[in-house]
């Protein structure tokens, strides 16, 4: 994050002058009037300059590179490398290095945390319409599970097919639960929907 104080006859004067040095127009900082500064008794008894703290607003992207590399620092996990990647309202991180596990956990557990946590804090004081969502990932392991769930989707469809007995999954996460229905979206001969309340929501795979 990058900020700078400044001070001057006025507020105003300060907080051109920090603009300035961070090289960014007023509508790209937040400003925090330190002390407005006082006149004097014929402009020098008392008088005092105005100071205050310009900080220069991050992009989502920065947000979210500042916020892992501290957390990432803090479990001890060096990572190699952070892609980034804008999708309309989403922005899809995927974390490679090499103790990277710690970032998982069991079955994407601290994964789904972080992700999370990370939203959180790139979405506070923004705006509804100017928030982003964040889809985490680290060595495609989202990837590959989605692999898996595709694959379970499909082979629990044909059991359902064949013994005409509706099948009701584990509980799921929306992400995971959503992976499901579009799988199966258009199959012949079953249909989905969920059931239960959050976090034991589960998805239902059932004959059309």
């Known amino acids: 994050m990058k900020w700078v104080e400044k001070t001057a006859k006025s507020v105003d004067e300060a907080v051109d002058l ?4 961070l090289g960014i127009s007023r509508d790209k900082a937040e400003i925090v009037v330190i ?14 300059p105005a100071k205050v703290k310009v900080i220069a607003k991050q992009t989502p992207e920065e947000k979210i590179e500042e916020f892992l590399k ?8 060096k990572i190699d490398r952070m892609d980034m ?3 309309g309202e989403f922005i899809k991180v995927n974390i490679f290095g090499k103790n990277t596990f710690k ?20 979405n506070r ?35 359902v097919a064949k013994s005409k007995k509706s099948i ?14 579009t799988t199966l979206q258009n199959h012949r001969f079953v249909t989905t929907y969920s059931e ?11 004959l059309k």
């Open 35 to 48: 002390d407005e500064g006082a006149k004097g008794i014929l402009g020098i008894i008392g008088a005092r």
């Open 85 to 87: 990647v804008r999708d």
């Open 168 to 181: 009701k999954l584990r509980p799921m996460t929306p992400y995971e639960r959503r992976i499901i229905h």
């Open 18 to 21: 920090a603009l300035k040095e």
């Open 196 to 206: 239960g309340e959050e976090p034991y929501r589960k998805v239902v795979i059932t």
């Open 103 to 122: 970032l998982i956990g069991k079955d994407g557990e601290v994964l789904d945390a972080l992700q999370f946590l990370t939203g959180v804090v790139v």
């Open 125 to 159: 004081g923004v705006k509804e319409d100017e928030t982003v969502r964040i889809l985490l990932d680290c060595q495609n392991f989202r990837k590959r599970k989605e692999e898996r769930l595709r694959r379970l989707a499909l082979s629990l469809a044909d059991k």
């Open 70 to 77: 501290s957390v990432l620092a803090n479990m001890d996990v």
